[in-house]
């Protein structure tokens, strides 16, 4: 296939103008077939609602990653977005790969607002997210 194809790893909220809900609609605009990895499904959006349902899909990532080898699937460009700390390996090998020469890395560190962590984020964490980031052309 020769046509543009872009990777994009994140969470998908079920309800809530964010994530993959928006990044897909966005990137197919621009003309770019936008593939997508779920990190995780949520019930709905974490901000404005009383609570949410969460069910992680690390585990799902190195299974996926053995099907496009199998499959030949190849990207011209990743961008991330929400992720675990545990998923940081597999997305580096999902990178390494299945890109396509040259292909652009974006990353979204997506790690907190107003210089303060998300609940549940620690260093380790932003010790992992920054192995990632050294592998990104930008971080958003």
């Keep these: 296939m020769n046509d543009k194809r872009l990777l994009t790893i994140q969470d998908i909220s079920c309800v809530g103008q964010c994530s993959l809900t928006v990044a897909l609609p966005i990137i197919s605009a621009c003309g770019v077939e936008c593939a997508i990895l779920p990190s995780s499904v949520l019930s709905n959006h974490t901000a404005g609602f009383s609570g949410w349902t969460f ?12 099907q496009w080898k199998k499959e030949k699937v190849d990207f011209d460009a990743f961008y991330t ?36 962590l998300y609940a549940g984020f620690t260093a380790e964490y932003v010790k992992k997210m920054r192995d990632l980031c050294r592998t990104a052309d930008y971080i958003l």
Excluded: C, F, W
């Design 81 to 116: 977005g929400y992720v675990s700390k545990t998923q940081i390996p597999h997305i580096l090998d999902i990178m390494q790969e299945t890109a396509r020469p040259g292909a652009l890395r974006i990353v979204d560190p997506v790690m907190g607002d107003g210089g303060k």
């Design 55 to 66: 069910r992680d899909l690390t585990d799902e990532m190195p299974n996926i990653l053995a």
